[in-house]
Each structure stands twice: as C-alpha cells, then as structure tokens.
C-alpha cells in the first residue's frame, strides 16, 4: 500500500535538537499533546530520545500535558500557567503545536515574562498566524502542498488499479523565528547593561526581522 508522511522523528529530534545544541538552553519545558492521540506518543519518544543523545535532563516539573485537542486554544495558556505555578525555571519552551504554543506565549507575557527575552517558545505546524504573533513564532513547518500533491497522485493510481507498497517521507523545515534566541544573549544583555554608559543591545525581534529557512 502507498502512503505518503512526515519524518517524524527527524521532526521532533529536531526541535528537541535547536533549543539546546543550538541555541545553548538547558532549562526546557514541554506542553505535550493529549492522551489518546495518535502523534502524542511518537512525537514525546523523540523528545526523549534527543534530549538523552544530548545529555537533557527531562524534569517532570517542566512537563505538562494538553487535556483535549479540541480546546488547545485554552489549553496552552492552562498549560502555561500550571509551569509558572510550580515555580520551576525554565528558559525555553517546546509546545505540541502552534495554537498550543502561541495562547502559552499570551500567558508567559500576561505573567510578566518577556518573549524571547525571558524565555524562548517553538510549536508546530507554522499556522498562518505563527508569523505574524509579537513576536513571530519559531515554527516546524509541513510541505503539505508537495504531501497533497503526492497523495492525490497515489490515490488516482489506486483507482486506476496500480498496486505498490511504496511509501514517501517528507522532510519538514525548521523556520526560525524572533520567539528564540540564543540563551548566551540573556547573560550578555546582563553584563551590558550593568556597565553605565553601554546601552542594551537590541531585542531578538529586531535584529531578525524575516524568517530563517531550515530544510531539516
């Protein structure tokens, strides 16, 4: 049987991959997806899998869970004050998806916290409005056009009675956004504005003011 699909371990060992290999952060929460989905399970046993081939620690305190898909609107921002209420720091954060991590991105700037300032937030799927959210969101992004394109190809071929056990695996892009920044930069804007006469260094937001393409 044909199939076409994403590369979900490249997918989710890549997120895991650019927060702390990439960007330096050691500190990371997690917003997993419901119970009962279908994605859940393979998406958080490649998080585990590149957090253990990195060394990662992955705390349960900075773990929590989506109740139901449905409602993830809600559910992020839920999400995102259950970590801020148990009191552990963390420096970034990895969301199910992009609704989930946008309304936890309302939340974390609701509680006083500064967007990639403060803490760095990635999600999935690079939604329409991933780019233009204060501030645009680091995002994985699906070719769903080339993945429509080939499975209408396969299905046509299904009706016209060809027969193949061929499978197509795409590979997503990492678009990297202002919503991440290097956790070196939250020590050096420190430094700087400790020094009198130094001004701070301008926030991620402005220095990265279009999107980085990453084909993963």
Not at 25 to 47: L, S
Not at 168 to 192: G, K, M, N, W, Y
Request: aromatic share 4%; charged share 25%.
């Amino acid at each position: 049987m044909e199939r076409t699909g994403l590369d979900r371990q490249r997918i989710w060992s890549s997120r895991s991959h650019h927060l702390p290999a990439g960007l330096g952060h050691r500190e990371i929460a997690f917003i997993k997806g419901p119970e009962g989905n279908g994605d859940t399970e393979d998406r958080w046993k490649a998080v585990l899998a590149t957090c253990k081939n990195l060394g990662l620690r992955v705390d349960p305190r900075l773990t929590v869970q989506l109740e139901r898909l449905e409602r993830h609107v809600d559910e992020g921002r839920v999400a995102a004050q259950k970590l801020l209420h148990r009191g552990k720091r963390f420096t970034a954060l990895v969301a199910y998806n992009d609704i989930s991590a946008l309304s936890a991105m309302t939340a974390l700037q609701e509680a006083g916290h500064k967007i990639p300032e403060d803490i760095s937030v990635m999600g999935f799927d690079d939604i329409e409005f991933a780019s233009i959210a204060n501030p645009p969101l680091t995002t994985i992004r699906q070719p769903l056009r080339d993945m429509g394109a080939k499975a209408a190809e396969l299905l046509i071929r299904k009706i016209a009675g060809g027969q193949s056990t061929k499978s197509f695996c795409f590979r997503p892009e990492l678009i990297v956004r202002s919503s991440t920044r290097p956790h070196s930069l939250d020590r050096q804007q420190t430094a700087v504005k400790n020094k009198a006469k130094n001004p701070p260094q301008p926030s991620a937001s402005k220095i990265d003011g279009s999107a980085k393409r990453i084909l993963l």
